[in-house]
């Protein structure tokens, strides 16, 4: 069944109110009583087999940037986004050095593609070892002015799909001794009006990440959470393009300068290197990162000053008339 027609056939079940099927894909059907005893790999057998890393939105940015960084350290990849050409271009420029890349294209936004996601890998594979949830999306608008349904694909791409993804490969990942490396977001520590829907699906993803580290590190699974700050990818399209008037923007919602924003060679580089030296938790870069943490961490402890400053600063900008893209570019 192709993974469109799997998506729609769960969509139905979801809208019709009848409980989708308990996956029931070969090495994934974690919910099955009668599922055969896992096979954990020895520690040395997990070492000594290349790893199968499952990037997902690796069509642009940062994914895209840990593919590179993954091929040239000899990972085999599974990458998928929506945009399989950019994929297709991709697995090209890495089939070029060698590296065994299989695309998968699928839209986070459909029910069944974590799935499908996670049974192509195996079915291609026979295997699966690290998964990089790392695609996602941020529509910048204060929550009073948000569309409901970009409300819920943010939801949908940043938390739901990162969940259901790895509740899919749970028992390949134990046989496996794998890995979960999840991509959060700095804006967890400090909550934004601007960005409010995206920081609950991060800080959402943050606490899952913890929660499950808890569950199943003691099974060999490494999970990793990682809260980059800006960093300069397509990402920031968004605040020009998805805005609540497409073309203008508000300065609340502005993109961050360049000077805040890593490089996202760098960014890759650190997060692919958690797969041989795991951490709890990866800031990147840890010096822009860790002020907003203090400052958050005040904010918790005193949420009447976090709600004057904060609250302050909206009003400032509530007066400033909305400028537009090109006035924008001028400055
Ligand atoms: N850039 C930053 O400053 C920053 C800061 C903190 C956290 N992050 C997080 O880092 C991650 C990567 O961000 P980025 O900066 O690399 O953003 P990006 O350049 O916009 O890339 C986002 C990726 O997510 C994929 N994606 C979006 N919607 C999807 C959907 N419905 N189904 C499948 N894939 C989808 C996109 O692929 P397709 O469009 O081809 O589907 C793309 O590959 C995100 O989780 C983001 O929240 C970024």
């Known amino acids: 069944m192709s993974n469109l027609a799997r998506a729609d056939g769960n969509a139905r079940d979801r809208e019709g109110e009848t409980p989708a099927e308990p996956p029931a894909v070969s090495g994934s059907a974690g919910a099955s009583p009668s599922r055969p005893k896992l096979r954990v790999l020895s520690r040395d057998e997990s070492r000594s087999v290349p790893k199968v890393v499952v990037i997902t939105g690796a069509s642009a940015g940062i994914g895209a940037a840990v593919a590179r960084e993954a091929s040239r350290l000899g990972y085999l990849l599974a990458i998928t986004a929506r945009r399989g050409d950019r994929l297709e271009t991709l697995a090209e420029e890495l089939r070029r050095n060698g590296t065994r890349v299989e695309v998968i294209p699928a839209d986070l936004n459909d029910y069944g593609s974590p799935e499908w996601i996670v049974s192509e890998t195996l079915r291609r594979f026979g295997r699966l070892d690290v998964i990089i949830n790392n695609a996602g999306l941020g529509l910048p608008t204060l929550f009073s002015e948000s569309k409901p349904d970009e409300i819920r694909k943010q939801l949908e791409v940043n938390l739901v799909a990162p969940l259901l993804l790895i509740r899919h490969a749970i028992p390949s990942l134990i046989e496996s001794r794998g890995m979960i490396i999840n ?114 961490f005040t904010f918790q402890i005193m949420p009447w000053l976090g709600d004057f400053v904060v609250g302050s600063v909206l009003k400032k900008y509530e007066r400033l008339p909305v400028a537009t893209t090109s006035d924008r570019n001028r400055t």
């Open 183 to 296: 991509i959060g977001s700095a804006i967890s520590c400090l909550p934004n009006p601007a960005l409010g829907a995206y920081g609950a699906t991060k800080a959402g993803l943050a606490y899952f990440n913890d929660a499950l580290r808890r569950e199943i590190g003691h099974r060999g699974v490494r999970v990793c959470l990682v809260e980059p700050g800006p960093v300069k990818t397509e990402f920031f399209d968004a605040f020009t393009k998805l805005g609540p008037e497409p073309g203008t923007y508000h300065p609340m919602l502005d993109s961050p300068s360049p000077w805040m924003s890593a490089d996202v060679g760098i960014v890759a580089q650190r997060i692919v290197k958690l797969i041989e030296r795991p951490k709890r938790r990866l800031s990147v870069r840890r010096r822009f990162v860790w002020p907003w943490r203090i400052v958050g």
